[in-house]
């Protein structure tokens, strides 16, 4: 329970701020997820525009401190291998 102004303020701001974060970690599992099934059904050309897609999400989630870079790489490098390896 917020006892001043101040605290009250970082209450609603803190709030807003877990909002955001949840709703740009949503959009981007989501994303992640269309990328996944696409390679799971073996449509490679579907795959990569998904891929293609995804990757500025991925890349906005880091640059906004949402993830961290290094998740963010990871994310890209192993879903762009999984692409790859689709013959």
Known sequence: ???????????????KRRRQNASQR????TFIKKV???IEAGDKEA???AYQ???PQID???NKGTIHA?????HK???NAHIKAMA
């Not at 917020?2 to 209450?11: F, G, H, I, L, V």
């Not at 290094?70 to 990871?74: C, D, E, M, S, T």
Request: glycine letters at 0%.
């Open 1 to 15: 329970m917020a006892n001043s102004a101040q605290a009250e303020k970082r209450a609603r701001q803190a709030e």
């Open 26 to 29: 949503s959009t981007l599992r």
């Open 36 to 38: 996944v099934k696409a």
């Open 47 to 49: 795959a990569m525009q």
């Open 53 to 55: 897609s995804a990757v």
């Open 60 to 62: 906005s989630a880091a």
């Open 70 to 74: 290094n998740k963010a790489a990871r």
């Open 77 to 79: 490098s192993r879903l």
